[in-house]
């Protein structure tokens, strides 16, 4: 079982968090948001979906889940994962900064041979800055890199993640592929693997196919 930390702790945090604990791994859910923590820490979700106070009762009662506000949690983490719902601005662009502010505060405590892993919806090439970031920060240090598009569906957020139809990870190598597949233990679902590029751009593909499908319903 891996040590995780997760980044980020709204909707897309939350359930990452309790989904995480539920198949067995230690996570640390960090948020710089103290409102949220304290109410993570009481068992209420920022955002309510089905199933998820029982999720959060559970794994925090077994001690698999833990929520604070102190970064220095990501000293003893073999996964760092980055779980934002990246904002957009009036022009619906990505505002991408919180995620960048978050991981330069992180970025001091990552152990060697880390894996981070980016689960916000990021504008095509963000990866590639993500990585350079890391490498100009921290010289030598040995790290994995993946992106693993979420696909959650609102209401039904816990379903999707213990059932989804397919799991994208773009990484930087197959050693990371296999290593972030391996998080995943025991959720049934078809593997695609592919460059990080790739996966940003699968990403932006599904919101696509999605919108169009609706609108044509309309």
Same mark, same amino acid.
């Given at each position: ?40 820490? %009481? ?17 925090? %009662? ?122 995943? %233990? ?16 699968? %990403? ?15």
């Amino acid at each position: 079982d891996m040590k995780i930390a997760i980044l980020g702790l709204w909707h897309l945090g939350e359930i990452y968090s309790a989904g995480l604990a539920e198949l067995g791994h230690d996570v640390c859910g960090i948020s710089e948001d103290e409102e949220v923590v304290r109410r993570l820490k %009481k068992n209420s979700p920022p955002l309510e979906e089905p199933n998820l106070v029982t999720l959060l009762k559970k794994n925090q %009662k077994s001690g698999r889940l833990v929520y604070a506000m102190d970064f220095k949690y990501v000293e003893k983490c073999d996964t760092v994962w980055i779980t934002f719902d990246t904002p957009v601005d009036s022009r619906d662009r990505a505002d991408t900064s919180v995620i960048f502010r978050c991981l330069k505060k992180a970025l001091p405590y990552f152990k060697d041979n880390v894996l981070l892993l980016v689960s916000s919806q990021l504008p095509v090439g963000t990866s590639h800055e993500i990585i350079a970031l890391v490498k100009k920060r921290r010289p030598g240090l040995v790290f994995g890199y993946a992106y693993i598009p979420e696909n959650l569906r609102l209401g039904e957020a816990i379903e999707s993640f213990f059932n989804p139809k397919r799991i994208v990870i773009g990484a930087d190598s197959p050693e990371t592929a296999g290593r972030a597949e391996t998080l995943f %233990k025991g959720i049934a679902a078809d593997f695609l693997l592919m460059s990080a590029p790739s996966a940003e751009m699968v %990403k932006h593909a599904l919101n696509s196919f999605l919108a169009t499908s609706l609108s044509f319903i309309y």
